[in-house]
């Protein structure tokens, strides 16, 4: 059987209670789902993956409740993993993740002969790592996957943020031409990549649609209540406030709005659900609820505008999950979705609130049975076009082309 292996920051299955209940704010869900998707996608194309994991957690005492992070062994099917410890302060857990992410690998006498080597995300110790590899290696074929630009996933600029950010720059740019291959999300992130590596081969994927989920679909004909759903980060900059100001101007009685994640907008979505009995905040939920209620909502709202330059070099993950559900999604016309998606959706490009609220009262006014073939058709793109196998294959393939 062939073998893949991985430098991930998932959260091992059987772990998440633990994660979740020492995590200080928003945990990563979409990551961590993202991550899981690419391994269960190499598995289904017959790869025996073996994983060097750091999960992606913020650092003691403000992000994490424990100062030293678990090691242990985990293993699903053809999936072997080494969750790697570390001690989890902001500075120094970038060395100690670099120092026991290179022990480990030393201790299991991995990557002596020619392999794949996959790295999910832009994180500092993993390029330092893999250029250590490389200069041992040099027939190693190491890929990239980029979810996001370093530097464009939002959060408070404080004066150590700055600090760490200039260190981890430096980093990135001196260990990235070890890479071959690179994954990403939308086109557009080229653009930010250093000049010397534009040129190397690149694959884009988008996103990756989770084998485990389940495509039950849940009729929503004739329900009483007709459930507007937004699931995800109530970062400001994502387009809670609108989304809420729009819904506040509708005065239907059985029009409700369901707000479901965690960020800095989360006060804003407090105040308002406190005073407005049509609307609910759920807090973060586990990602089998979020789905649970994906499916049972009569439409899934993506409310990020293309504000921002951000927007340009990221896709939403949430609209994988949220095709998948079989209930129509409404979102903008933003650069980092490619134009096959509008084809499967109610789309705006008029991003002021009294047009997004015109656009919700349009889809309300439809015929369910209208709206029910809308959410199927989305359905079906993802699940034929997005799964996990066929995205996962054109990573291999371009490996294979190495």
């Known amino acids: 059987m062939k073998k893949m292996i991985l430098f991930s920051s998932l959260i091992p299955k059987g772990e998440q209670h633990y994660y979740t209940e020492n995590s200080i704010g928003a945990t990563s869900n979409a990551n961590n789902s993202l991550q899981w998707a690419i391994v269960k996608g190499f598995v289904e194309n017959d790869y025996q993956v073996k994983l060097f994991n750091l999960p992606n957690i913020g ?21 072997r993993g080494e969750n790697i410890g570390i001690i989890n302060v902001n500075i120094f857990k970038h060395f100690f993740a670099y120092r ?27 390029l330092k790592v893999i250029k250590k590899l490389k200069d041992k290696n040099p027939l190693l074929k190491i890929g990239l996957v980029i979810p996001d630009i370093y530097g464009y996933t939002g959060g408070k600029e404080s004066f150590l943020r700055k600090i760490i950010a200039k260190h981890d720059l430096n980093i990135i740019e001196e260990n990235i031409l070890s890479v071959d291959v690179f994954v990403l999300l939308t086109e557009n992130m080229i653009d930010k990549l250093p000049y010397q590596v534009k040129q190397k081969p690149r694959v884009i994927i988008e996103g990756v649609l989770n084998p485990d989920y389940n495509l039950e679909i849940i009729s929503k004909v004739n329900d009483q209540d007709k459930i507007i759903l937004y699931t995800g980060s109530l970062d400001l900059r994502h387009g809670i406030k609108n989304l809420i100001d729009a819904f506040s101007i509708l005065q239907y009685p059985n029009l409700k709005l369901h707000i479901c994640g965690d960020g800095d907008g989360r006060f804003y979505v407090d105040e308002k ?10 807090g973060q939920l586990s990602r089998e609820d979020v789905i649970q209620k994906q499916k049972e909502a009569f439409l899934l709202i993506n409310p990020r505008t293309s504000e921002g330059e951000f927007t340009r070099y ?27 998606y509008f084809e499967h959706c109610f789309s705006l490009e008029d991003e002021s609130v009294e047009a997004l609220a015109f656009k919700i ?15 199927l058709k989305a359905k079906k793109f993802i699940t034929d076009e997005k ?12 490996l294979n082309r190495l």
């Open 314 to 340: 990221s896709f939403p993950s949430k609209i994988i999950e949220y095709f998948a559900s079989g209930t129509p999604t409404l979102m903008y016309n933003l650069e980092g979705i490619p134009p096959e």
């Open 59 to 79: 650092a003691f005492p403000f992000k994490f409740k424990k100062l030293i992070t678990k090691s242990f062994l985990f293993r699903e099917g053809n999936i």
């Open 387 to 398: 799964n996990s196998k066929s995205q996962v294959d054109k990573i291999i393939k371009i």
């Open 100 to 126: 026991n992410l290179l022990k480990s690998i030393k201790i299991n006498n991995y990557l002596s002969e020619e392999t794949f080597l996959l790295i999910y995300d832009v994180y500092p110790p993993f």
């Open 361 to 375: 009262d349009e889809i309300y006014k439809m015929d369910e049975e209208k709206l029910y073939r809308i959410g």
């Open 273 to 282: 659900s406190s005073i407005q009995n049509n609307m609910t905040y759920f």
